[in-house]
């Protein structure tokens, strides 16, 4: 795999595989990625902020979080848990939400598949994220995703420069 610090992405029919390269140990890493105290952090595009409700990182458990706007928007969002294998991958199931976690039906939902694979200086992590269909993808990008998403990768890039 070609090292690079940009954020790669490759739109497939109905899927958008995510991949980028961080400087950080694998624990580092994966820590950013699974622990809410470290992700709310930097999951989120600038000037927005995330903020964790609740986390269960076990397999069934849920991350139900809010997207929190400068001008007092707060859009609600979940993770299900499907699969867990520390420090490998997590998989499971996302979706706007409400603040309780009921899923918002009327808004696109996607299975998530994310990898992390170690170098001696750097992390691979390659998210695989699934909808059920072109259309529900295209949704998904006109409300900004691909934008937003790398915004935050470069807030994690900032994070682990300050956690080194």
């Not at 899923?103 to 996607?110: Q, V």
Request: charged share 20%; aromatic share 16%.
């Amino acid at each position: 795999m070609e090292h690079t610090n940009k954020t790669l992405f490759k739109i497939n029919e109905n899927q958008v595989i995510i991949s980028r390269d961080f400087k950080g140990t694998l624990d580092q890493i994966w820590r950013a990625y699974t622990d809410h105290n470290l992700t709310d952090q930097w999951f989120a595009p600038q000037p927005w902020k995330c903020t964790t409700k609740e986390q269960s990182f076990e397999v069934g458990g849920i991350w139900l979080y809010a997207m929190n706007g400068p001008a007092g928007e707060k859009h609600w969002a979940m993770f299900r848990y499907e699969e867990i294998i520390p420090l490998v991958r997590y998989s499971g199931f996302d979706a706007f939400s409400n603040e309780n976690g009921q899923i918002n039906s009327e808004l696109p939902t996607s299975k998530w598949n994310t990898e992390f694979f170690s170098n001696d200086s750097y992390c691979t992590v390659v998210n695989t994220c699934t909808f059920s269909d072109q259309q529900v993808l295209k949704e998904y990008l006109d409300l900004g995703f691909k934008e937003g998403y790398e915004q935050s990768q470069f807030n994690l890039d900032n994070l682990l420069l300050k956690l080194a």
